[in-house]
């Protein structure tokens, strides 16, 4: 099988979808299905034979789809389109799709209304019509994906989806064999010390102020934040723990590679989220698989497979930072527990979020796809 991914973003730009789409694209490669990654110029690998759109800015944020796309993926025999994207690349995708006369997928990546405040005074018009725009591009699809369950639930509900499933992103095997040593020598946080770590982009809809207050609300005042991302809340989040009386508390280590965030991970007792927009939280699940037990709100695919009190605790759907460090303060007075947790968390991540795993259901999900068509 021959597949197209379109994707409107790509690396360098950091995301979860850019990340989804290389994760994705390998474990299929590895199963032995041809994947040709159609983006903006400069996106995964340029050495490799993809097709490469100009881009706005150049590799970033907006793929520019011509109207010679169909003839090209035509000409290399592709069999199946899949968008990473409900923009410009799920148009694009259906059009090839249809001039093709082969299965057009889409995945919807994102809880697009956690996203309206970039659209600045537009912000309430944007939310409001997010969700109908999504409904018809998840309907024009002979199938959707959803990164987890309660995000398909709401894309069944949303429109006339012919079908919906569920695939997640691939786990980064390499997460999860980080050196604790090192990763604390590296981070500057002595062995003694409570380290609780975030990872994430530094913006509004990842809620990383929340963490901030959860550091000052929990009782123990020996433990250190670390911020293992970018982003444009950083000094606000500085100004804050400034503020908080918790600035010699918190470490922003920046963005990490991969070996780093496996020694930070490795080195962490507690991996902690106040974000209520994941869709898969994928960092979280890799913080799982590298045997970390995570607190975070109980929404996302990491929450549902996890499980509260078996690979995490999850309080509520909408926790407050006081809930937030009532957790962490649970799991850091009691070793023995985070221990039992710790394993669990790891098995359960594996079982759903290994790349074999995620390739089966990606090709199952082709197959159902192409059922639709026939």
């Given at each position: 099988?021959?597949?197209a991914?379109?994707?409107?973003v790509?690396?360098?730009?950091v995301s979860?979808?850019?990340?989804a789409?290389r994760?994705q694209?390998?474990a ?5 299905v041809?994947v040709?990654?159609?983006g903006p110029?400069?996106?995964?690998d ?6 490469h759109?100009?881009?706005a ?7 520019l789809?011509?109207?010679r796309?169909?003839a090209?993926l ?9 968008a ?6 799920s148009?694009a ?14 995945t919807v990546?994102?809880r ?6 970039y659209?600045?005074?537009a912000a309430p018009?944007?939310?409001s019509?997010v969700?109908?725009?999504?409904g018809?591009?998840v309907?024009a699809a ?13 894309l ?6 012919k ?5 997640p992103?691939?786990i980064?095997?390499?997460?999860t ?6 990763g604390r020598?590296r981070l500057?946080?002595p ?5 609780l ?10 809620r990383?102020?929340?963490l901030i207050a959860l550091?000052?609300?929990?009782a123990r005042r ?8 970018s982003?444009?809340?950083?000094a ?8 908080a009386g ?5 470490v922003?280590a920046g ?9 930070a991970?490795?080195?962490?007792d507690?991996?902690v989220?106040a974000s ?6 994928l960092a ?8 970390r037990?995570?607190v975070a709100?109980d929404?996302g ?8 009190e078996?690979g995490?605790?999850?309080p ?10 009532g957790?962490?303060?649970v ?9 039992r947790m710790?394993?669990?968390a790891a ?12 390739a089966a259901s990606l ?6 796809a192409a059922?639709?068509?026939?």
């Open positions: 099988m021959h597949v991914f379109l994707t409107d790509a690396l360098p730009y979860g979808v850019t990340v789409v994760r694209r390998d299929l490669r590895d199963a032995g041809t040709t990654v159609v110029h400069g996106d995964v340029i050495a490799e034979p993809d097709v759109m100009p881009g800015p150049a590799g970033h944020k907006l793929a789809f011509g109207p796309l169909p090209k035509r000409s290399m025999h592709v069999e199946l389109v899949h990473h994207s409900v923009f410009g690349a148009w995708a259906l059009a090839a799709a249809r001039r093709l006369r082969v299965p057009f997928i889409v990546h994102t697009f209304d956690e996203y309206a405040h659209a600045g005074l018009l944007a939310r019509l969700g109908p725009y999504t018809a591009v309907a002979d199938l959707a994906i959803a990164p987890n369950e309660e995000l398909a639930v709401e069944r509900a949303a429109g006339d989806a079908a919906v499933r569920v695939v992103a691939p980064d095997l390499r997460l064999r980080g050196d604790a040593a090192r020598a500057g946080v062995p003694d010390v409570p380290l770590l975030s990872a994430s982009r530094l913006a509004v809809e990842k990383v102020l929340d550091l000052r609300a929990s020996d433990s250190v934040l670390v911020f293992a991302g982003g444009p809340l950083e606000d989040l500085r100004a804050a723990a400034r503020d918790v600035e010699a508390r918190v922003f963005q990490l590679g991969v070996d780093g965030l496996a020694d991970f490795a080195a962490a507690v991996v989220s209520r927009s994941e869709t898969q939280g979280l699940c890799e913080a799982a698989a590298a045997g037990v995570v709100p929404r695919g990491y929450a549902e497979v996890l499980g509260h078996a995490g605790l999850f509520s759907r909408a926790p407050s930072a006081d809930e937030l460090a957790c962490v303060d799991l850091l007075g009691d070793a023995d527990r985070r221990r710790q394993p669990e098995r359960r991540a594996d079982a759903a979020w290994s790349a074999p795993t995620v090709r199952d999900a082709y197959a159902a059922s639709v068509t026939e």
